[in-house]
Structures are given as structure tokens and as C-alpha cells.
């Protein structure tokens, strides 16, 4: 009985509430209708102004422009920064909503899986255009906008610089901001607007800006920005994620192992996906254990299925053929997802041809083309396989055809780089180039681009502007120590590459040129060493020895391997060249190899504890062969 009336009152307290609602309609109806009708229409414009007002914008004014006679107007330079401003946000969502198979399902990580936080629309207009006694809804919208401090008004100058020109914005709270001097015309002004519309997203949203300057490759103040959206919003761990997946994107694996174990520490929502970014992480640093013991824990202990994809890699990679296989089978036993059953089908195609099943892996591009009928990704795989296995001509022929069909896909760089290596087969070596260039200009921050274009480049004889691609290797590379010295390390791999192509005298210029950087690179004196003693010049050859032998202060730059092939081909040298003219250098040399000697007993005597640096080992192992 105690509930019946229970239930009665809470029904009766619920027919109060209904019938007050009604009474307020019915009485707000009656004054609205006894007002005239311009007033309902003022109230319904302020209504939805107030509404579309929560929205932040960004309003560009006519930049001041100088009475000097040039090509564009305050006008004109307004609408080239807004359409900046709108591209790099707009490259970026397409970016994101591809529905393609993406580079981190099939190996590399991305940018796309980042967060990227609601972005205030530029120059947005009204929804309408209304007017009403005098009052428009665009002057209620900008009184709303005011009132709300969502409305941001950038405004600048056109300055003249020599033969060029910057621009100059501010805002009422941020700035001033600087473009680059670009020069004045239509292309400049486009550089000039897309270089300041950068740094007002850095002002605006961080993380905006660091995607975009990470894909324009400016990796160290894209990397900045990420980490600054962090530190403003420290709680949101999505923010630190973003910056996780930034160093794995550029190959800072060491970092971003660190940094997704730190996100772990924090109890994220979604634990097993944060696990699989590490799990990634450490199979592209080459630490294939822990990765597979990462993705076996993930797939098999916490039922995370998706897991299993990445341990297929891992184990395939692993050299775990058969392994491989039976995670991809087990995986598409019971996957229904159009996509992830396309992107088991290629990494099952990948371990079958490893295992030189090359009728096979076709046959599972095929099956992978049927769940994602015309995915670019998957037409390169596919046609990267013909030319493996059946015809080279037909391999490109398809290549080339995905390239044509897909000029917009994010996709196309990595079809780019692999018609170029079909083509280097062929030995098409220009086409290649073509292929290369095109693949880096659209990806600034691919590596293997930049290092397939220098490649080629040495095999054409172009040696500046494959200097040029190393240099930009460097500067890309995780190592503080090759980034800090990209012109040593350029000429360096310059000319390990001439020495292969059996070009000493280039390769000797080249290895001089990294020495001129840094005279301490004992890894180019020791090469230069050896190729003196190739061409007989057997005192400049034990010069360049000696220089080699003295440690250089960072360790990274001794070569240990070929300071034994050196101290060999030197025996050799003078074994055959007994003659006199060859006296003084063998004087030197002995009187070298008798300092190693000294030094090493002496370091010996002084610390018998301390275990010889491997360099030291090669030196002293070297010093007891030849018995000198």
C-alpha cells in the first residue's frame, strides 16, 4: 500500500510540472504574439546570432599596403592569408578522413591518428544576410561575438624589403607575427601568406600548428608546438599522446617509447590502443622481443584482437614466416570489417612472398582488393609483386596507373617511391628521379624519398644536389649528434656512395669536405686512408692512418671496422713496396703502430681494471697481427 501512494504522488507531482510548463508556453506565446513582427524577427536573429556566436572566428582585414606600384592590394593579401589559414586546416582533415588503408596499418606510423582539437573557422560569414528596421542579424552576430570574446581580428602591413617584401599581422592580444621575405609576386605572396598563417596557428592552436609544420618538415619547432599543447592543457592526455605519436612519426622511437610509457602511467581511456603505439614503437626501433611480447600480451591475455595484426608484422619481420601466417588466419577467422580484413590480406601477402609463395600472395591482394576495391596502398603492394615475380614491365605498368588514378591520395608518395625503385631496375635512372623528387616535395619528412633521390642523383653524376638530399637526411635523422653536424654527416654518406660506385678521386673530395666540418672524423680519415692506398700513395695513405687512430671526442665518429681493414691493406702495401722512395712512409707507419703499443700498455698499467674501449680492442688486435 506504502508504494501505491508512493507511485500516486509522484504521478500527481509530475502533472503539476507538466501543467506549469503549459501555462508559461501559453502566456510567453500571448506576449510574442501581442508584439509586432519586426520585434519576432529581431528576437529570433538574436537567438540563433547567439548560437552561431559560440563559435570562435578568426577575421582577416585589409592589410596596409605601400604606395609603391605592386601586383596585389590590402585586399588581396587578406584573402591569400584567410585561404592559408583555411588549406593547412583543410589538408589536414582530408588527410584525416581518408578512408584509404593508411602508412601506420601497413608499416610506418602517421600524423593522421592525432587529436586535433576544434579549430576556429576563419572569416566565416553569416549564416544570412537579414535586415530588420535598420538592425541586421551580421551587426547582432558581431555584437554577440564581442560580448562572447569569440571573435579574433587580425590586421597588418605589407613592408617592403630590398626587392622583396614581409608581412606584418597582430591582433588586440597576440602578436605581432613576421612572414618570411618572400619575393613580390603572385608565388611570393602565396610563401609569404602560408609562412605567416603558421605562426598565427601557434598563437591560436599548437597543435594545429605542429602537425602542420612536422608535415612541411620543420620537425623541431613542430615538435615544440606539440609539447606546448601539452604543457597548456596538461591533464588532457590525448595532448601528450599527440606528442608520442609526433617523435614516432620522425622516427624519434627512443622518445616515443619513453613518452607512451608515460601516457600508460597516467590510466588512459583507451590503455590497449596507447599499448599498441609502444608495441609499434618498439618494432621499429628494431626491438622485435619486446614488441612481440607487447603484442602477444595485448592479443592474447588482454583480448585486444587488433593486437594481432601488429604481432603478424613482428613476427614476419622476425624472420617467423609460418608464425606470421597463422596470426593473420587466426585474425581473419572472425574479423567482419571490410578494412581490417583488407589489411590482414596484405600483410598475409607480404610473409607468403617472403616465403617466395609468390602465386599465393597475389592471390591475397586480390582478396584484400575485394574488401577495399581500388585502395591505392593495396595496388602498389600488388603491383611491387608482379615485378617480383612475373614481369617488370607489368609491375610498373600497374604502379604508374595507381599513381595516375590518385593524384590526391595521402598515399601517393609511397606509390611515388616505388615506381622510382621499378624504374631504377629498369634502369630508367631519370624517370626515377622524377618519381623521388616528386615523393619528397610532397612529403618533406620522408626519409626514404630523400635517400632513394641521393642515390640516384650519385649514380648520375649530380653530386650537389645529392649532397643536398643527405643534408636533408641529416638534419630528418633522430640523432642529435648527425642533425648537429648534417653537413659532415652529408658528405660522409656522399661519399660512402662514390666509394661504391668505384669513384675515388669524388669520394676522396668528399671525405676531405667532411673533414674540413670536423678534422676529428677519424671514420673519413680512416676511408681516405684507404683509398690513398689503393691509388699507391702510400705517404698520404699512413698520413690519413694516423689521423684516424687519434680518438676522436665523439665516439660516434670512430669507424673500428675500418681501422682493421686499413692496418691490413697498409701491411700489404708495404710488403710489396719495399722500394726506396717508399722508405719514410714505412718509417711512419711503424713509428705509428709503436705509439699504439706504448699507449695501450700504458693505459694498461694505469688502470688494469678498466675494460679497452672497442676501438682500442681493434687497435691492439691490429698492433699483435702484424707484430710490429
Not at 595532448?239 to 600508460?264: H, P, Q, S, T, W
Request: proline fraction near 4%; charge should be negative.
Amino acid at each position: 500500500m506504502l508504494e501505491n501512494n508512493s507511485y500516486g504522488q509522484t504521478r500527481a507531482r509530475i502533472r503539476e510540472s507538466l501543467t506549469r510548463v503549459r501555462r508559461f508556453s501559453s502566456a510567453t506565446w500571448r506576449m510574442l504574439v501581442s508584439f509586432p513582427a519586426f520585434y519576432l524577427a529581431i528576437f529570433a536573429m538574436a537567438a540563433y546570432a547567439l548560437w552561431e556566436a559560440r563559435t570562435p572566428v578568426t577575421m582577416i582585414t585589409p592589410f596596409q599596403v605601400p604606395k609603391a606600384d605592386l601586383p596585389f592590394s590590402g585586399d588581396i593579401v587578406a584573402d591569400a592569408l584567410q585561404d592559408a589559414l583555411k588549406s593547412i586546416r583543410n589538408e589536414i582533415e582530408e588527410e584525416r578522413q581518408d578512408p584509404g588503408l593508411r602508412s601506420s596499418e601497413t608499416g610506418l606510423p602517421d600524423l593522421r591518428n592525432m587529436l586535433i582539437p576544434a579549430f576556429r573557422r576563419i572569416q566565416a560569414p553569416p549564416r544570412f544576410a537579414v535586415e530588420v528596421k535598420g538592425v541586421s542579424y551580421e551587426r547582432i552576430l558581431s555584437f554577440a561575438r564581442d560580448l562572447m570574446g569569440t571573435d579574433t581580428t587580425v590586421s597588418g602591413d605589407v613592408v617592403l624589403n630590398g626587392n622583396g617584401f614581409v608581412l606584418m599581422a597582430r591582433a588586440a592580444d597576440a602578436g605581432p607575427w613576421e612572414s618570411v621575405s618572400s619575393p613580390i609576386s603572385a608565388e611570393g605572396l602565396r610563401e609569404a601568406s602560408k609562412d605567416l598563417a603558421k605562426k598565427i596557428l601557434m598563437a591560436q592552436d599548437p597543435t594545429l600548428a605542429g602537425v602542420a609544420l612536422l608535415k612541411d618538415g620543420q620537425v623541431e619547432q613542430g615538435l615544440a608546438e606539440l609539447n606546448r599543447a601539452r604543457s597548456l592543457n596538461p591533464t588532457d592526455v590525448r595532448l601528450k599522446l599527440n606528442l608520442c605519436m609526433g617523435f614516432a612519426a620522425n622516427r624519434r622511437y627512443k622518445e616515443a617509447i619513453e613518452c607512451y610509457k608515460d601516457v600508460l602511467a597516467t590510466n588512459p581511456r583507451s590503455p590497449h590502443e596507447v599499448s599498441e603505439y609502444l608495441a609499434q614503437a618498439y618494432y621499429l626501433k628494431g626491438e622485435r622481443k619486446e614488441a612481440i611480447d607487447l603484442y602477444e600480451d595485448l592479443a592474447y591475455k588482454q583480448g585486444d584482437r587488433q593486437a594481432l595484426l601488429g604481432l603478424g608484422e613482428a613476427l614476419d619481420d622476425n624472420k617467423d614466416y609460418s608464425g606470421a601466417l597463422t596470426v593473420y588466419d587466426e585474425f581473419l577467422a572472425t574479423e567482419r570489417q571490410d578494412r581490417s580484413r583488407a589489411i590482414a590480406h596484405v600483410k598475409r601477402s607480404l610473409a607468403l612472398s617472403h616465403m617466395h609463395r609468390h602465386d599465393e600472395a597475389l592471390n591475397e591482394y586480390e582478396e584484400a582488393l575485394k574488401d577495399a576495391p581500388r585502395d591505392v596502398l593495396i595496388l602498389v603492394h600488388e603491383g611491387l609483386e608482379v615485378a617480383e615475380s612475373r614481369d617488370l614491365d607489368a609491375g610498373i605498368a600497374q604502379i604508374q596507373s595507381a599513381v595516375d588514378e590518385n593524384k590526391n591520395s595521402d598515399s601517393l608518395p609511397f606509390a611515388l617511391l616505388q615506381l622510382g625503385v621499378l624504374l631504377e631496375r629498369k634502369g630508367a635512372w631519370r624517370s626515377a628521379i622524377d618519381d623521388y623528387q616528386m615523393a619528397a616535395q610532397l612529403r618533406p619528412t620522408y626519409v626514404e624519398a630523400h635517400l632513394k633521390l641521393a642515390h640516384a642523383l650519385v649514380h648520375e653524376r649530380e653530386r650537389a644536389r645529392a649532397f643536398a638530399e643527405y643534408n636533408k637526411v641529416a638534419k630528418l635523422s633522430a640523432s642529435d649528434l648527425e642533425r648537429g653536424y648534417s653537413h659532415m654527416f652529408a658528405n660522409q654518406w656522399l661519399a660512402n656512395e662514390l666509394l661504391n660506385l668505384g669513384n675515388y678521386a669524388d669520394a676522396a673530395s668528399a671525405y676531405q669536405a667532411a673533414i674540413y666540418v670536423k678534422a676529428d672524423d677519424s671514420a673519413a680519415h680512416c676511408q681516405l686512408a684507404l683509398i690513398f692506398a689503393r691509388q699507391g700513395r702510400l705517404s698520404r695513405a699512413v698520413h690519413e692512418y694516423g689521423a684516424a687512430l687519434a680518438p676522436a671526442k665523439l665516439q660516434e665518429l670512430n669507424d673500428s671496422e675500418c681501422l682493421v681493414v686499413a692496418d691490413h691493406v697498409l701491411d700489404q702495401a708495404v710488403t710489396s713496396r719495399r722500394s726506396g722512395h717508399v722508405t719514410e712512409a714505412i718509417a711512419e707507419l711503424r713509428k705509428i703502430k709503436q705509439g699504439i703499443k706504448l699507449n695501450t700498455q700504458f693505459a694498461t698499467a694505469q688502470n688494469a681494471l678498466a675494460p679497452p674501449t672497442d676501438k682500442a680492442k681493434v687497435v691492439e688486435q691490429a698492433v699483435l697481427r702484424t707484430g710490429h
